[in-house]
């Protein structure tokens, strides 16, 4: 019961991490989906908003004129959120998974 709620909770933000309207998120969650290409691509989306951050802070920090301190603060603030979340789902599958494992038959 609690691995179909993580699994909605995931798509709930996969929804809301790629801009698509809450109605179209429905649809698409109703449709059958590679659990590990979905962690695959949750990971990678995460790994390139840090490292978009990264570059964005390397560049204010080498002088580029044309960057903002305060892009740089959300940006860097994102892609900590994003990973913060990330690891929270990673702790909710590995406890649903240990829960499992724990059952007896």
């Known amino acids: 019961m609690q ?3 993580v699994l909605s ?3 709930a933000l996969q929804a809301r ?3 698509i309207a ?3 998120a429905a649809v698409s969650a109703a449709q059958p989906s590679d659990f590990a290409n979905l962690m695959k691509n949750s ?3 995460v790994a390139t908003m840090q490292n978009q951050a990264t570059a ?3 560049s204010y ?3 580029d004129k044309s960057v903002d301190i305060t892009r740089v603060m959300l940006e860097v603030q ?3 959120l994003a990973f913060h979340a990330m690891t929270e789902v990673r702790n909710k599958l590995v406890d649903a998974y240990t829960q499992v494992m724990n059952m007896q038959v």
């Open 9 to 11: 909770e995931m798509r």
């Open 3 to 5: 691995i179909q709620q």
């Open 43 to 45: 990971i990678d989306h």
């Open 56 to 58: 964005l802070a390397n």
């Open 78 to 80: 994102k892609a900590g």
């Open 22 to 24: 809450p109605e179209h």
């Open 61 to 63: 920090e080498a002088g």
């Open 17 to 19: 991490a790629s801009g």
